[in-house]
């Protein structure tokens, strides 16, 4: 009898890379995890993975690491959307990437499915983006979006070359298990503690983090080599969103909308306090800002059609989310 496969899924303790593994896991696979020396393992209590501990910018960690696995998913990536050095960003996402394909390349594996975003997609006036909507690097806001947007041209460049590079692109997962959380969770978390007065008028799509993990699996099963796949769910206004929170939660939703510049305004004075006091991410960035400005709306037809991809509603995900931030640990949840 033929050993599983061994996969190796570099940040597999965090928000959707966990859920990668649990799906790996369910299909009979033997699962590698490369996390960071003194990395929180929380989302990982009681799986049965193989620990490899390294970070992503030393080569040798990474090439030990993929060593004897046959595929290698790169979910890994410092996702923040303020932070006070980016150079350590740029590190961790864009020389990173690199050296998980080298040294899976090196591992000899049959897959590599690197995790990008749908930020680094254009996004049309009026209808929703497509993994065919143009963008450049100067459209990105930001060094979180700008690092993934070259991250992924380090991704394509390595499966022109003859990398089995397989791109995947989540919209906006929600679920339980968001630990850090993500600035998403952060919007759930702030909204069910009552300390969301107002929004303002942008969209995003919302995935249930279990349906972005399996669509990751199925892109290593049947993505065609230097194609990239819109893994999303539901395109939701954020009123629309906090309207669903509320009838989850029973928390009112905001009932004021705030104007474009009053929140960049405020945004400004949350960096400048950052940057010069508190030394912590402010409540609001001027990224956050400025990506509202546009609805991140998108489609997932080619996912669904080449991928055999097929998300739930978003409520279930959105009510596990819910549940989760209500239970966690005060010190988590402040």
């Given at each position: 009898?033929?050993?599983?496969?061994?996969?190796?899924?570099?940040?597999?303790?965090?928000?959707?890379?966990?859920y990668v593994v649990r799906a790996l896991l369910r299909q009979g696979c033997r699962v590698r995890v490369l996390v960071r020396e003194h990395a929180d393992i929380t989302a990982l209590a009681g799986l049965q993975v193989d620990l490899a501990r390294g970070d992503l910018r030393d080569a040798h960690a990474v090439r030990r690491a993929a060593a004897g696995c046959s595929e290698v998913?790169?979910?890994?990536?410092?996702?923040?959307?303020?932070?006070?050095?980016?150079?350590?960003?740029?590190?961790?996402?864009?020389?990173?990437?690199?050296?998980?394909?080298?040294?899976?390349?090196?591992?000899?594996?049959?897959?590599?499915?690197?995790?990008?975003?749908?930020?680094?997609?254009?996004?049309?006036?009026?209808?929703?983006?497509?993994?065919?909507?143009?963008?450049?690097?100067?459209?990105?806001?930001?060094?979180?979006?700008?690092?993934?947007?070259?991250?992924?041209?380090?991704?394509?460049?390595?499966?022109?070359?003859?990398?089995?590079?397989?791109?995947?692109?989540?919209?906006?997962?929600?679920?339980?298990?968001?630990?850090?959380?993500?600035?998403?969770?952060?919007?759930?978390?702030?909204?069910?503690?009552?300390?969301?007065?107002?929004?303002?008028?942008?969209?995003?799509?919302?995935?249930?983090?279990?349906?972005?993990?399996?669509?990751?699996?199925?892109?290593?099963?049947?993505?065609?080599?230097?194609?990239?796949?819109?893994?999303?769910?539901?395109?939701?206004?954020?009123?629309?969103?906090?309207?669903?929170?509320?009838?989850?939660?029973?928390?009112?939703?905001?009932?004021?909308?705030?104007?474009?510049?009053?929140?960049?305004?405020?945004?400004?004075?949350?960096?400048?306090?950052?940057?010069?006091?508190?030394?912590?991410?402010?409540?609001?960035?001027?990224?956050?800002?400025?990506?509202?400005?546009?609805?991140?709306?998108?489609?997932?037809?080619?996912?669904?059609?080449?991928?055999?991809?097929?998300?739930?509603?978003?409520?279930?995900?959105?009510?596990?989310?819910?549940?989760?931030?209500?239970?966690?640990?005060?010190?988590?949840?402040?």
């Amino acid at each position: 009898m033929m050993d599983p496969k061994l996969a190796l899924v570099t940040g597999g303790n965090g928000f959707v890379g966990c859920y990668v593994v649990r799906a790996l896991l369910r299909q009979g696979c033997r699962v590698r995890v490369l996390v960071r020396e003194h990395a929180d393992i929380t989302a990982l209590a009681g799986l049965q993975v193989d620990l490899a501990r390294g970070d992503l910018r030393d080569a040798h960690a990474v090439r030990r690491a993929a060593a004897g696995c046959s595929e290698v998913y790169h979910v890994a990536a410092d996702y923040r959307l303020w932070v006070p050095d980016p150079a350590a960003m740029y590190a961790s996402n864009v020389d990173g990437t690199r050296n998980v394909i080298e040294a899976a390349r090196a591992a000899g594996v049959q897959r590599i499915i690197y995790t990008s975003t749908v930020g680094v997609l254009g996004i049309p006036h009026g209808a929703p983006g497509t993994e065919e909507t143009p963008s450049s690097l100067q459209d990105m806001p930001g060094p979180y979006k700008r690092s993934k947007f070259m991250a992924e041209e380090v991704a394509r460049e390595a499966a022109r070359a003859g990398a089995p590079v397989v791109i995947v692109n989540p919209s906006t997962p929600v679920g339980a298990l968001d630990l850090k959380p993500t600035p998403t969770g952060r919007i759930i978390r702030d909204f069910i503690s009552g300390r969301m007065p107002a929004y303002v008028d942008t969209g995003l799509n919302l995935v249930d983090v279990e349906d972005c993990a399996r669509g990751h699996l199925l892109a290593a099963e049947r993505g065609k080599i230097g194609e990239r796949y819109i893994l999303g769910g539901e395109n939701l206004t954020l009123k629309e969103m906090f309207e669903r929170l509320e009838r989850l939660s029973g928390v009112p939703a905001p009932k004021h909308r705030i104007p474009y510049a009053v929140a960049l305004g405020f945004a400004l004075g949350a960096e400048t306090l950052a940057r010069t006091v508190t030394h912590r991410a402010p409540r609001a960035s001027v990224t956050e800002v400025r990506m509202s400005r546009k609805h991140m709306f998108f489609d997932s037809s080619k996912a669904r059609s080449e991928l055999g991809y097929a998300p739930g509603p978003v409520d279930g995900a959105l009510a596990r989310a819910i549940e989760f931030f209500r239970n966690s640990a005060p010190s988590r949840a402040a």
